[in-house]
């Protein structure tokens, strides 16, 4: 049993293979609780129509310090808004600026990122979650 809960609109329905949500309307970011286990990333966006869960890893604390890092690399103003969802792309980043991401985030959290995994990483988000896996690999 899955349960959505928005802003505006509250649910709960059985989510079996192949089904759809036909129409939520006014949702805009809400959050998904799946046997016990949260979700809070899950928006809706009202251009297309399309319900997009991100099932995110990582502490809120571990995505936080990534968003930093990445501002202080990317010499972003305060203004600037960084979150999970922040694309590198997006924020002006180029390949070398993302080498430069990753190697401030081993520096901060004392890690190795292989080559391969780098490459992977592509939103704030994923970073974050990388480093929660290699961290507790680690341990």
Known sequence: MASITGSS???SCSLKQNQALNRVSNLKMSSLSFKGISFSSIRLNPATRRL?????VAKP???NKVCEIVKKQLALSAETEVSGESKFAALGADSLD???IVMGLEEEFGISVEEDSAQSIATVQDAADL???LISKKA
């Open 98 to 100: 993302t080498v430069e």
């Open 131 to 133: 480093i929660e896996d």
């Open 61 to 63: 604390e571990t995505v």
């Open 52 to 56: 997009t869960i991100t099932c995110a």
């Open 9 to 11: 609109v509250t649910m």
